[in-house]
């Protein structure tokens, strides 16, 4: 009789253990997003930190192209970047899609910025003195 009434209880006490705990099933509905991680999107979301991000990957010319009228980049805007930059390393659509930032290695002709300039307001943040550093000429490439 007491090892049945032990293997009861034994029983009772696993299934009641291995059920799922409810305040836990239930507690990734109410997950909201934190103040850090809500500050942390709106710190790379700007312009600033974006031409900051191209400084730390060391690129050598950085421009930054909005519209002149200063309304958000439009489809044929991006068409019209993807197109006449297409050597640029790398392409940033930052402040709620109202500017792109281009960094590059490769020297930006400047019949390139006229282009560009035509349509968008251009701000440079390249280096100082760069152009003199490098150009687009593969001399040192591996050919």
Same mark, same amino acid.
């Given at each position: 009789m007491r090892f $049945?009434? #032990?293997l009861v209880f034994a029983c009772l006490g696993l299934a009641v253990s291995c059920a799922p705990n409810e305040t836990i099933l239930k507690s990734g509905t109410e997950v *909201? $997003?934190?103040?850090s991680s809500q500050n942390a999107q709106t710190r790379y979301d700007s312009v600033e930190a974006e031409i900051d991000n191209m400084r730390t990957a060391?690129?050598?010319?950085?421009?930054v192209l909005r519209r002149k009228d200063g309304g958000v980049? *439009?489809?044929?805007?991006? $068409?019209?970047v993807r197109t006449t930059l297409t050597g640029a390393n790398r392409k940033s659509l930052v402040d709620g899609e109202k500017a792109v930032? #281009?960094?590059?290695?490769?020297?930006?002709p400047p019949e390139l910025i006229k282009k560009l300039?035509?349509?968008?307001?251009? *701000?440079d943040f390249s280096?100082?003195? #760069?152009?003199?550093?490098r150009s687009?000429? $593969?001399s040192n490439a591996n050919i």
């Open positions: $049945a009434l #032990i *909201q $997003a934190s103040p060391d690129f050598d010319f950085i421009i980049m *439009q489809s044929g805007d991006k $068409a019209e930032v #281009i960094g590059s290695n490769a020297r930006i300039s035509d349509r968008f307001a251009v *701000q280096k100082p003195g #760069i152009e003199n550093n687009n000429d $593969a």
